[in-house]
């Protein structure tokens, strides 16, 4: 038997895999494959551990703050609203999305290292609560525009600590070579926040940065944030200004396979929690509001995707290729990064996975692969496999790439299941040719 990962999978009685208790061989059947399933109470459980860690370890006064890019329809958007969960959108069409789904926009935070100007013009008219602002050309944009519209903006900086978290002990600057972001060490961030303060129409409440993402222990968000605040004691003995909101960012990784660590995040947030007081202590400011931006630990375990196998091919001497319905346009993330899947045959959940093959999809490119190091009980046409962890960066990366269409999302909460995005139809596909 595989190791399932967490505890929104399980195998019922009949030996088939389930999720949020639902049984995937009959969601495949009322749904069709391919398929995103999720399961939308071990999403609100992760909201709600983020939640009260963050109130714990931060103070009454850090929120974390959702970064939508990891999977986003007006659908999360309602449940981030009902869990009281702040936004990070990163273009306007995420913004439009939330905003259609009735989140309240005040709570967002629209991110980007190029908006233009009608980006900027349409989230000060959505009344996002705050803009962080990439760049110097960014921050006199949106002043003008501010200023046309009648309104102040409250903003944060993105800052470049100058962290590279898988190398972060050896490389310190690594990330300064970054397309996002103002770094520290060049004097451009002080340039751009001694820029913020005296630009009309703008509110500076603070800074941003992003270390990177699937980081496993809190050391890398310590270092940026001990820069950070280093930063802010340096502006704050300079300008005599300090600033209510630090963030620093999202990143927290997530299990795809048994080979990957678990991570405790509640004792992850209280270690940082420790560190972050301990160097406001050192460096003397007053512990501004401490933000981060969990994308991929809140949605990636929540979902997983259901395929019907199609061929199951053996070359003698080489490899077995199991083919099936879907592959790159619904997940990319095998072609893009390598990244490793553990992937289950449904109705066999409970066999021992002792057939290796390499997981190929429907498009005509050798490189539409899915996994290449597969274990899975043997399969047969018409089976249905299921890849886990793939709630994050997977419907949001999506494409129609062959003329595909994209699969529907299916929630599934308290036993129920329902559509929360349909399945696009070839109309769908074509509905823009003229
Ligand atoms: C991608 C991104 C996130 C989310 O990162 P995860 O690894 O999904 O947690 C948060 N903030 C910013 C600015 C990002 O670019």
Redesign the pocket.
């Known amino acids: 038997m595989q190791s399932l990962l967490h505890s929104c999978y399980g195998i019922n009685e009949n030996g088939h895999l389930t999720i949020g208790g639902l049984d995937t061989i009959d969601l495949a059947r009322t749904y069709g494959t391919p398929a995103y399933v999720m399961d939308e109470d071990f999403i609100r459980g992760m909201c709600r551990m983020y939640k009260s860690a963050f109130a714990d370890s931060f103070g009454a006064a850090s929120a974390p703050v959702y970064?939508g890019?990891?999977f986003c329809c007006k659908e999360i958007y309602r449940i981030m609203a009902e869990e009281g969960m702040a936004a990070?959108c990163?273009s306007p069409g995420e913004l439009y999305t939330a905003n259609a789904a009735g989140y309240p926009m005040q709570n967002a935070y629209f991110?980007g290292n190029n908006k233009t100007d009608a980006d900027l013009r349409y989230a000060i008219s959505l009344g996002v609560g705050h803009i962080v602002v990439d760049s110097e050309e960014e921050l006199k944009a949106l002043s003008i525009i501010a200023g046309e519209m009648g309104v102040t903006q409250k903003i944060l900086l993105r800052i470049t600590p100058g962290i590279d978290p898988h190398t972060h002990k050896k490389i310190i600057t690594g990330n300064v070579d970054s397309k996002f972001g103002s770094a520290i060490v060049t004097g451009q961030a002080q340039k751009i926040v001694a820029e913020a303060l005296n630009t009309p129409h703008i509110v500076l409440d603070g800074l941003h940065c992003?270390v990177g993402?699937?980081i496993f222990d809190f050391e890398p968000f310590a270092d940026a944030a001990d820069i950070m605040i280093a930063f802010l004691a340096k502006l704050y003995s300079e300008y005599c200004v300090s600033f209510p909101i630090l963030n620093i960012?999202?990143?927290?990784g997530v299990r795809y396979t048994e080979d990957d660590p678990e991570i405790d995040y509640v004792a992850n947030v209280r270690a940082l929690g420790e560190k972050i007081d301990a160097q406001c202590k050192k460096s003397g400011i007053k512990k501004p509001a401490i933000m981060m931006?969990?994308?991929?630990?809140i949605v990636a375990a929540s979902g997983i995707t259901l395929y019907t196998v199609g061929s199951v091919k053996e070359i003698p001497g080489f490899r077995n290729y199991v083919s099936i319905d879907g592959g790159m346009p619904d997940n990319p993330r095998y072609a893009l990064y390598q990244s490793r899947y553990t992937i289950v045959a449904a109705e066999k959940a409970n066999l021992k996975p002792n057939y290796p093959c390499t997981i190929a999809g429907r498009c005509c490119e050798s490189g539409d692969l899915i996994a290449e190091d597969a274990m899975i009980a043997p399969v047969n046409r018409g089976d249905i496999l299921a890849v886990l962890v793939t709630g994050?960066y997977n419907y949001s990366m999506a494409s129609n790439y062959n003329r595909l269409p994209k699969p529907p999302v299916i929630m599934v909460s308290a036993g129920k299941a329902r559509v929360a995005v349909r399945r696009e139809t070839y109309e769908d596909v074509a509905a823009l040719d003229n």
């Open positions: 970064a890019k990891a990070d990163v991110h992003h993402s699937q960012g999202g990143g927290f931006e969990p994308g991929r630990s994050a």
